[in-house]
């Protein structure tokens, strides 16, 4: 059970990288030895995303999902703000959730981090799954300084898939999300469903998007390939 199943982020000659155990290290490649390593609690699937914090140092956003901590199926996450240089918690912020027949709730995507100069910039999206109740999940835009909710989506739905952005010339941002009985969603800066189309099966893979071209696989066995309008 022990082990790395996330994506590493490395920034100059540091990696960052979570683990199945509940803690997240950050190596120096030079050396190979280990900066610092913090306690996020529980199982990571979630790779992490850095934040640029000027021209020096920058933050890691993380998050685990709930495994080895929940309890008769219910327990908490929290998805937390770390300091690169330090790995000390800036914040973190708590949500319940559930865990199913050992398949766990929690966060099992990446987040999404608002590109700046657009409508969202300043966010940071993560989905939740088997969030407030064990078979749907939710949307939660969080203010990347101080970790408050800026506003949330109700899934009806759980997701493991990531939130993926798409923007205009002038910012506009809108979000694509899919969920785990096959429906794709088109929503705009504030999570507003705009659009839903149904590819049929639980999309567990992450959309990538090419100009106005977005491509997912699905556990259908479909890989699917969508215009944006």
């Given at each position: 059970?022990l082990g ?6 490395i920034v ?5 990288i979570?683990e199945?155990g509940?803690?997240?290290?950050c ?5 190979m ?9 529980d199982?990571s699937?979630s790779?992490?995303v850095?934040e ?6 920058g ?12 309890s008769?199926g219910?327990?908490?996450?929290c998805?937390y703000k770390?300091?690169a ?10 949500f319940d ?7 766990s ?6 987040p999404?981090?608002g590109?700046?100069?657009t409508q969202?910039e300043?966010?940071?999206?993560y989905t ?9 999940g939710?949307l939660?835009?969080l203010?990347?300084?101080?970790g ?5 989506k ?8 990531s ?6 010339a002038a ?5 694509i999300l899919?969920?785990s009985?096959?429906n794709?969603?088109?929503l705009?800066n504030?999570g507003t ?5 149904a ?5 567990e893979?992450s ?10 696989g699905?556990?259908g066995g479909?890989v699917c ?5």
């Amino acid at each position: 059970w022990l082990g790395y199943e996330p994506s590493a982020v490395i920034v100059d000659r540091y990696l960052y990288i979570s683990e199945n155990g509940g803690m997240f290290f950050c190596i120096d490649l030079d050396t190979m030895q280990l900066v610092w390593s913090q306690d996020t609690r529980d199982d990571s699937n979630s790779t992490p995303v850095f934040e640029w914090n000027g021209v020096d140092g920058g933050y890691i956003y993380t998050a685990p999902s709930l495994h080895w901590t929940n309890s008769g199926g219910t327990g908490y996450i929290c998805i937390y703000k770390l300091d690169a240089k330090t790995g000390e918690i800036v914040w973190e912020k708590r949500f319940d959730c559930h865990t199913v027949d050992g398949v766990s709730g929690g966060v099992q995507s990446t987040p999404l981090l608002g590109k700046p100069g657009t409508q969202l910039e300043g966010l940071i999206l993560y989905t939740i799954a088997r969030c407030p109740s064990a078979w749907d999940g939710k949307l939660v835009a969080l203010d990347t300084k101080t970790g408050e909710i800026v506003w949330e989506k109700a899934m009806d739905y759980y997701t493991w898939s990531s939130p993926v952005a798409v923007y205009d010339a002038a910012g506009t941002a809108y979000i694509i999300l899919c969920d785990s009985v096959g429906n794709m969603s088109l929503l705009d800066n504030k999570g507003t469903t705009l659009s839903t189309l149904a590819l049929g099966s639980n999309i567990e893979a992450s959309p990538a998007v090419f100009e106005n071209t977005l491509v997912v696989g699905t556990r259908g066995g479909l890989v699917c390939g969508i215009k944006i309008k």
